[in-house]
């Protein structure tokens, strides 16, 4: 289930600088909502038992080169966060993370965030 699903367009220097910058938050990047789906991503939640199997995934027009940060919380302790690079085939979706999580009382809150072809694509959803 898709919750949300945005791409923006980013500039060539903000695409560049974005790496180098992602551990330090005295630099901001502006983006801009661009009209293009390079890159669709989806956090899909089933639920197993007392368990959830949460998959990150993505799906691109054409094969590249890309990157992603997918982390899930429930402000009760849980703070999973993953992330690294990924290569895509065209128009095949591709599993970037799945993790395991144990249903409780509180809700989880899964993000989703994809830089892909100059792009960034953002999902989120709420599992409970």
């Keep these: 289930m898709i919750i949300k699903n945005k791409v923006v367009q980013v500039g ?4 560049m600088l974005l790496p180098a910058i992602v551990g330090y938050s005295v630099v901001t990047v502006q983006a801009l909502e661009a009209n293009s789906d390079a890159a669709l991503c989806q956090i899909e939640a089933t639920q197993q038992g007392n368990t959830f199997l949460v998959k990150a995934t993505v799906e691109a027009e054409h094969a590249g080169l890309g990157r992603y940060q997918f982390g899930i919380s ?28 144990s249903k409780g009382q509180a809700a989880y809150n899964a993000n989703l965030h994809i830089i ?12 409970k």
């Design 116 to 127: 892909f072809d100059d792009q960034v694509a953002e999902c989120q959803e709420i599992i």
């Design 12 to 15: 060539f220097l903000a695409s």
């Design 74 to 101: 429930n402000g009760t302790g849980v703070n999973i966060t993953q992330g690294g690079e990924f290569l895509t085939s065209n128009g095949e979706q591709q599993t970037l993370s799945q993790v395991v999580v």
